[in-house]
């Protein structure tokens, strides 16, 4: 069973804050040098091990899932990479904010991204999710597996960030898994929000490299369904099927995160002005880039550079 050894709240001064989270980490929350190898041999019998994933730079990585572990991967950030499960390609294409990759044990997870992937992640026993994934769950729990856009799980991965930010209660992170694991399990048996490593990708990668590549040329202009599809050589209605089967997003909202993506890499030149990277990025107007960022990112465009700048300081 985790056990977390936290200050309790009463005394909000600073310095106990500070002791809380010095707490919290020490106890619970184990950073990551290699992407998913963060559950020493001692923490092993834990229920549920938190853990945390910082790369800012572009990177290839892989990891085989212990035997007896599942792990729960969320996403806080939007982020272009190919991810795939013991060989077989799950998802090429933009990971949206708050989404959860989830992998069974035993098995092998690649990745490949195209910029930093910060991740929270969730090592829980097998036992523990037979226990909460339900009654008759048996067979279903075998293909437990794949990518999962989800608000619900978003919000429940900020709540574990606050908590190790300010403090908890003990036994939190145990009730996080239960929660994560109860949700994912309903998205996974519904076929809600998720597509998995058993499904096929339904259009060709030089298909959507040309695509990418596109967007990459021409993102500061206006771009049509038209457009992408003679760029696939497919017909518009053709193409927004297939390309939403392959990468799980309808073309617009593609062409929405690659905007947005770009205008990351560009609001973190603190000379540039909003309305230069809105315009840069193929938005119209101030107001129009702003609302669009604050719905994928979480955070106002300016809001979200002082706090990166502040970070790099």
Not at 102 to 115: C, D, E, S, W, Y
């Amino acid at each position: 069973m985790l056990q977390i050894v936290t200050q309790p709240l009463l005394d909000n001064s600073a310095a106990a804050r500070s002791a809380a989270r010095a707490a919290f980490a020490k106890s619970t929350t184990r950073g990551e040098k290699v992407w998913q190898k963060s559950v020493p041999q001692e923490t092993r019998s834990e229920c549920a091990v938190v853990s945390k994933r910082t790369d800012p730079l572009k990177t290839e990585c892989s990891a085989l899932s212990l035997k007896d572990k599942l792990v729960i991967s969320v996403f806080p950030q939007s982020v272009r990479a190919t991810i795939g499960i013991d060989g077989t390609i799950l998802h090429d294409g933009v990971i949206p904010a708050g989404s959860a990759l989830v992998t069974l044990p035993g098995q092998v997870t690649t990745g490949m991204f195209a910029a930093g992937a910060d991740a929270t992640q969730l090592h829980i026993s097998w036992d523990f999710v037979v226990k909460h994934a339900g009654q008759n769950a048996s067979e279903a729990l075998k293909s437990f597996c794949g990518l999962f856009q989800d608000g619900a799980i978003g919000n429940l991965a900020l709540a574990l960030d606050y908590c190790n930010a300010n403090g908890c209660a003990p036994g939190w992170a145990e009730r996080l898994g239960a929660f994560m694991v109860a949700r994912l399990f309903h998205l996974h048996c519904h076929k809600v929000g998720s597509h998995t490593a058993q499904a096929k990708i339904a259009m060709p990668l030089w298909r959507i490299k040309r695509v990418n590549d596109y967007l990459e040329a021409h993102l500061s202009e206006p771009i049509s369904l038209a457009d992408l599809a003679k760029v696939a050589s497919l017909s518009p209605m053709h193409f927004a099927a297939r390309f939403r089967q392959a990468t799980g997003h309808r073309p617009h909202e593609y062409l929405l995160l690659r905007r947005i993506e770009r205008a990351k890499n560009l609001l973190l030149c603190p000379s540039v002005s909003l309305i230069d990277i809105a315009l840069e990025v193929g938005f119209r107007t101030q107001s129009h880039f702003t609302t669009v960022f604050k719905r994928y990112v979480g955070q106002a465009p300016s809001y979200w550079r002082n706090q990166q700048l502040m970070n790099v300081a």
